[in-house]
Nanobody, 119 residues
């Protein structure tokens, strides 16, 4: 099994920055960050696979950046120029076979999540 632990959430004002961390234990092929705002579906924010191939949702392009290495079991999400609409519970998820699903149900392993609030 894979265990995932997130950290780094918090409350910031619009235009501010936060850095989220996801630490994984166990083999993973893909680690992704998802977010879910109240009353809305969980959506993928960014993902990186073991080869380093990275995806970003259109709504975070140019503002959010992934760093870290899936092979080293740690992935960071640097979030800059945060907006109130970025307020959500952010969770990291892991997939163990050779692709990164874009949908939440494709991930079997999830962290507990970390709240990000932008005012």
């Amino acid at each position: 099994d894979v265990q995932l632990v997130e950290s780094g959430g918090g409350s910031v004002q619009a235009g501010g920055s936060l850095r989220l961390s996801c630490a994984a234990s166990g083999y993973t092929w893909c680690i992704a960050w998802f977010r879910q705002a109240p009353g809305k579906a969980r959506v993928r924010v960014a993902a990186r696979d073991r080869d380093g191939v990275t995806w970003y949702a259109d709504f975070v392009q140019g503002r959010f950046t992934l760093s870290g290495d899936v092979a080293r079991d740690t992935l960071y999400l640097q979030m800059n120029n945060l907006k109130p609409e970025d307020t959500a519970m952010y969770s990291c998820a892991a997939h163990v076979s050779g692709y990164c699903p874009s949908w939440a149900s494709g991930y079997a392993y999830w962290g507990r999540g970390t709240q990000v609030t932008v005012s």
